[in-house]
């Protein structure tokens, strides 16, 4: 019998905790969590991901304010790098992987979680985070030369600024596939993509993890 | 009347052209500045955006021209109303009245018409005429979603 609490029970604790502050308790939530068998995917997509919709919400119904909402964002983030060794130990390739999150958008958690499943599967992932302008970007990647290049964008009214950063990085590394999450997809706008060769959109981790050998070039 | 029924009726909204979209994206720093003087100037602000919700109601606005400048570029009817219903919700939530919406849009209205070439003011008055319409139904469908999410909590 598995006496393992659900993970909705989890992931209401784990809730609590970022919400007042309580850093290493939401630490210890988590590496509690992955001692229970479970892997990060599962981590990322049954605890993070539910446990940040569920904050979102929560801002939503005027039930916490926009610094709760802060507070929780910077715990997850600080714990994501405490993960980090576990995840960079495994053997590398020669793979390099860029991520960004495209202009004027904040929500750098997913993309930084996308990270680390490339790193996971022994990528070499440069990660730059949010807000990231379209020029650095493309100054960036001719430095690195990357087989990849991943963004993120969370709010469907950046599309605009999506669509003209992929034309100015087609115009430069037309042959380089991009790879493109967020929940500004949830309902819609996949069409900009189908635009461009070589754009593919991915929902969720784990089909950015399955993909991932199909990725390899 | 419900959610399906606000998609079945933006569905009948026509996607404007590349020239208006660009337009109205181009403008967008003087629509903006134009809807704040207007609300900032009401007299009633308080009663219809709450208390302390200044910064959220500019964040609305900007928000607004980049969602609608999104929306007439790419028209998709249920982003359109999944995402006017959201504003609802978590604006509701946070203090906004329903007469917020209201004089929000007259207000919109003035100013494209102002800013915008004929052409392009034309095109995208549907989109707001058809937001003005349906205000009672976002209000009300909102409300639910509210109330439902408040006897969660209670239970």
Redesign the interface.
Known sequence: MDNHPKVEEISEEFVNYLLTGRKKESSAIIFQFLNQNNSFLELYEKLIKKSLYKIGELWEYNKITVAAEHLASAIIETILNELYPKIAKTEKQNKKILLACVENEFHQIGIKIISDIFELNGWNSFFLGANTPTNELIRFAKSINPDIIGLSMSIYFHLPVLENMLLKIKDEFPEIPIIIGGQAFRYGGLEILAKFNNVFYFADSYEIYNSIKNLNL | MDKEYLIKSAEKLNQVSEKTANEY?NKRDILISKINEIMLSRPDLESLIGIENINMMKDNHA?HV??I??II??F?P??LV??VL?VF??YR???FSTNYWASQLNSWIEILKTHLSDNAYNEILPFYEWMQVNIPLFAKLSDDE?DK?LSQ?KT
């Open positions: 994206q928000n980049r969602f400048s999104s570029k790419n998709e249920e982003i999944e995402t959201w919700r978590a939530s946070h203090g509210l999410n909590h």
